[in-house]
């Protein structure tokens, strides 16, 4: 696929973004609204497998749906040239994989807000009953500014269709994959967030508990093996949120976190506590005899130096460990048959009792060795109270970090934001006047009220983001005005897509009230004409009997109604010339009742059924306007047949509908009896 390839006659290719086991994603321009967007085009594999493009088809459409900052937005699916391919928002961003990689260590609080906006998001996408099914840090985007969005939504979901093949491939990504999942059980919400422990923990450490495990290994510890993971937190991590950790990361779907947002709720709760310092690092534990350290397991790569250099704390053997329980199918797993084995408890040596070394792991990263004098301290020695010892004893309180000064990139960006969204405030607000003088409140009322919606969220993001700005929080304020400016970018659009479909909507009503104008002129037209010539008859007819009248020297006598109408009917000459006429005059009469949907002259001319009157009553409730033709006319002696056909109805909402076959046409017959036509049969 070359660069300059466009999708659709639309979608301008200018460069690759990424490339993954499903597809490519390209950076690609909309050529008629000048909108960048990211085109995540399948892999021929799967775009060449009917029930995954119909499961890929239907999922992505769904996912249209979904409208939240955290969730990576998409506008439209469709197909090229036999690739299939997906419309996305485009995302200036990196992705949470390579954050990972890169080695720098997060802090505590930095890790929680990722948590945090990832949760907001499945929160959101839970609620519309729809499961990721494959969150991982290479699906989680975050930008310059700290907004997070997850990505993939859907086509994880149309593989997970197709998991397992004929070969019991498993598609996904073990790591991250929950033992449901990988069971091939029914997922539900809870497995997403078996995946959000799992990046929090990778946040939090550098590293998954499967560190040098083949992926096919991992998969038969999620089938097999009961036991929890073996989680190593760095002393860094609060209880709180190490327990959050565990919670989510339960074997059990049942003794995870409930839902999403109570994950959120959860993380603000620690984010607070550790705000107002009741969420503290884990100091080492100690007990009246020895110092007892218990070693986390120390990380690797740019981590590693948080836990090495310290000195005075030499380890003893190590204490035999007790043997596994043993289970129906054998024995229990143990630490090295799972591939990793954490480093069993190190015991201190006891100290003298004058000087006794605590080793707490600092804030940034550093060892801090702290002597504490046990008994001989300012007292020339004299021994302190037991109290005093327990409050020289006691860890020092670590203080958050105060923020880092943004940049002058980061400022510099959100003001420049604050006057773009000023500029699309604007122009949303003549897009909508535009798309309303149309009437497009009315006509397309749904795609109005979605750009409507999009416009209240943008206008509300950014006066929030301009209040940030005023008060100096730069990369809230940058975030803020970044989901503005993505709602007022999709309410333009929106906006302008109402306007061009009102704009059609209202053609489609001229051109409809111009057929119905002509319509009636030409049923009008009939109906005077074949008035003239009935009256031309009876004319004839009265002359006729005048002149005979004279000849018998009578005096002439008029006609009643009824014998009028009767001559109507009349057959008067071999070729049937008034035959044709009559019969011609009555479906004249029928064709315009039906259009103008009165059924009473419908009765008068025509034999109405039980059935055939409720289904008249129906077309005639639902359609605002009826076409119908009359052809196949057949005149033989005293009978004639027709057929009538519904040709075109249009709705109360103004759309066209054109007829099913089933009942678009039906057979119409007359009988003359007695000299006189009869009432049409169908």
């Known amino acids: 696929m070359t660069e300059k390839r466009v999708f659709s006659d639309k ?17 690609a321009v909309h050529t008629a609204l000048g909108r960048g967007v990211a085109l995540k085009v399948l892999h021929s594999q799967y775009s060449g497998d009917p029930a995954f493009v119909q499961r890929f088809l239907r999922e992505a459409r769904a996912m249209a749906r979904l409208d939240h900052a955290h969730i990576i937005r998409v506008f439209d699916v469709s197909e090229d040239a036999g690739s299939h391919y997906i419309v996305m928002e485009y995302f200036p961003a990196t992705d949470l994989k390579r954050v990972i990689l890169a080695g720098e260590e997060l802090p505590v609080d930095r890790c929680l807000d990722i948590a945090e906006q990832i949760a907001q998001g499945l929160a959101y996408a839970h609620e519309q009953g729809i499961v ?6 290479g699906n989680v985007m975050i930008s310059e500014t700290g907004l997070v969005k997850i990505a993939d939504f859907g086509i994880a979901a149309a593989a997970d269709e197709i998991s397992v093949t004929a070969t019991g491939q498993v598609l996904g990504t073990p790591e991250y994959m929950s033992p449901e999942q990988a069971r091939g059980d029914e997922l539900d919400g809870r497995s997403d967030l078996y995946s959000l422990g799992m990046v929090l923990y990778e946040l939090l450490t550098g590293r998954t508990p499967f560190k040098s495990i083949s992926k096919m290994a991992i998969v038969g510890k999620l089938l097999y093996e009961d036991a929890e993971l073996p989680l190593d937190f760095g002393p860094q991590v609060p209880e709180q949120l190490r327990e959050l950790v565990r919670t989510l990361l339960c074997r059990d779907p049942a003794g995870r976190v409930a839902d999403a947002a109570t994950v959120v709720s959860r993380i603000r709760e620690i984010r607070a506590a550790i705000e107002m310092g009741g969420a503290q690092p884990v100091p080492p534990a100690e007990d009246a005899g020895e110092a007892t350290l218990v070693m986390e397991r120390p990380p690797t790569g740019p981590r590693a130096s948080a836990t090495t250099g310290m000195t005075g704390a030499q380890p003893a053997a190590p204490a035999t460990p007790a043997a596994p329980a043993e289970t129906g199918s054998g024995r229990a797993p143990t630490p090295a048959d799972l591939g990793y084995a954490p480093q069993p408890p190190r015991r201190m040596p006891a100290l003298d009792p004058k000087t006794r070394t605590m080793v707490l792991a600092g804030a940034g990263g550093g060892v801090v060795v702290l002597a504490l004098v046990a008994f001989f301290a300012f007292s020339g020695g004299k021994s302190e109270a037991p109290h005093e010892r327990a409050s020289a004893l ?7 970090p105060a923020p880092a000064a943004p940049s002058p990139e980061v400022v510099e960006r959100a003001r420049t934001l604050a006057d773009d969204v000023a500029k699309l405030e604007t122009r949303a607000a003549e897009e909508r006047a535009n798309a309303e003088a149309l ?24 006066a929030t983001g301009r209040r940030a700005l005023e008060e100096g929080r730069y990369a809230e304020a940058g975030a803020a005005l970044d989901e503005g400016q993505s709602f007022l970018t999709a309410a333009i659009d929106g906006f302008t897509a109402a306007r061009t479909q009102a704009a059609s909507a ?47 020297g009578e005096a002439p006598r008029e006609q009643t109604p ?56 129906e077309i005639f409730s639902a359609y605002a ?43 119409l017959s007359m009988r003359k009896r007695g000299g006189e036509w009869q009432r049409i049969e169908w």
């Open 11 to 27: 979608y301008a290719v200018e460069s690759e973004i990424a490339r993954g086991g499903m597809g490519v994603v390209y950076k």
């Open 439 to 462: 009437g497009a409140d009315t006509r397309v009322a749904e795609t109005f009220n979605g750009a409507r919606e999009r416009q209240t969220d943008g206008v509300d993001r950014a």
């Open 625 to 667: 306007s009826i076409e119908v033709s009359v052809s196949g006319f057949n005149l033989v002696q005293d009978r004639a047949t027709a057929v009538v056909t519904i040709e075109r109805l249009v709705g109360t909402d103004g759309n066209t509908v054109i007829p099913s076959a089933a009942w678009r046409s039906a057979k």
């Open 562 to 617: 009824r014998e009028q109408g009767a001559t109507i009917a009349r057959s008067t000459t071999s070729a049937g010339r008034a035959d044709i006429e009559v019969v011609g005059e009555m479906l004249a009469v029928f064709k315009s009742a039906y259009e103008h949907r009165d059924l009473p002259t419908m009765a008068e001319v025509s034999r109405i059924t039980d059935d055939k009157q409720r289904f008249l009553k």
């Open 394 to 400: 006691a860890p020092t309180p670590i203080a958050a």
């Open 506 to 552: 209202l053609a489609a009503e001229k051109a409809e009230a111009d057929r119905q104008r002509l319509a009636d002129q030409r049923a009008e037209a009939d109906r005077r004409r074949l008035a003239a010539e009935a009256e031309r008859r009876r004319a004839e007819e009265a002359a006729a009997r005048r002149d005979e009248a004279a000849a018998r």
């Open 132 to 137: 990721h099914r494959d969150i991982k840090p």
